[in-house]
């Protein structure tokens, strides 16, 4: 007679086999994944931005346009704390606000998370010197076209949008550094 082990029970219900939770993170861990890209597909749309159109808010709630910035070089950066390639995005991007700012570059970083406590925290541990502003509902990220996670947007002095730089990487990030130095050079 062959023995079969008896169900288990969780609250009252049999538990579902093993391999379906399994199959359930993994589909969960793909989308997530997919979501947040590590490699960077870089655009440059020679279209301007409505600097005015685009509203952020700060952590303590005020709200911003990027029209504050205008004659500055500014590299907008959407991130999120549960994205791993940001995990290295914003502290580069942190590091090159304190070594450009001086010649105008301001770097803004946009998270698109749902609660603040955690990006607070994320904020002063990964990118201190950097502007963290919040994207909660997306408005920003849907008027520029946000294809994934992070992406990063450069904006020249005169409010016209030089590059979109989607995902990270060391080559991709070499490149968009030579791009800012290209703009900060630009009166």
């Keep these: 007679m062959i023995h079969k082990p008896a169900p288990r029970h969780w609250r009252g219900r049999e538990q579902p086999a093993m391999g379906s939770t399994v199959k359930g993170a993994l589909v969960a861990l793909t989308v ?3 979501a947040c ?21 700060d952590l303590a709630g005020g709200s911003h346009s990027l029209a504050e910035y205008r004659g500055k070089v500014v590299l907008l950066d959407f991130w999120a704390t549960w994205c791993a390639p940001c995990l290295e995005s914003l502290p580069l991007y942190d590091r090159w606000q304190k070594e450009l700012g001086d010649q105008g570059l301001v770097v803004v970083a946009a998270s698109v998370d749902e609660e603040d ?3 607070a925290d994320f904020a002063v541990k990964y990118a201190p010197a950097v502007i963290v502003m919040r994207d909660r509902e997306g408005r920003a990220a849907d008027r520029l076209g946000l294809p994934k996670m ?11 949008l030089i590059e979109r730089h989607a995902g990270f990487d060391e080559a991709g990030a070499a490149a968009l550094r030579d791009r800012i130095m290209s703009a900060l050079a630009t009166p």
Excluded: C
Aim: avoid cysteine.
């Design 32 to 34: 997530l994944w997919g």
């Design 37 to 57: 890209a590590s490699v960077p597909a870089t655009t440059s749309p020679p279209t301007e931005v409505d600097l005015g159109a685009v509203e952020l808010t």
């Design 117 to 119: 406590a955690p990006v």
């Design 150 to 160: 992070p992406t990063a947007f450069l904006i020249g002095r005169d409010g016209r």
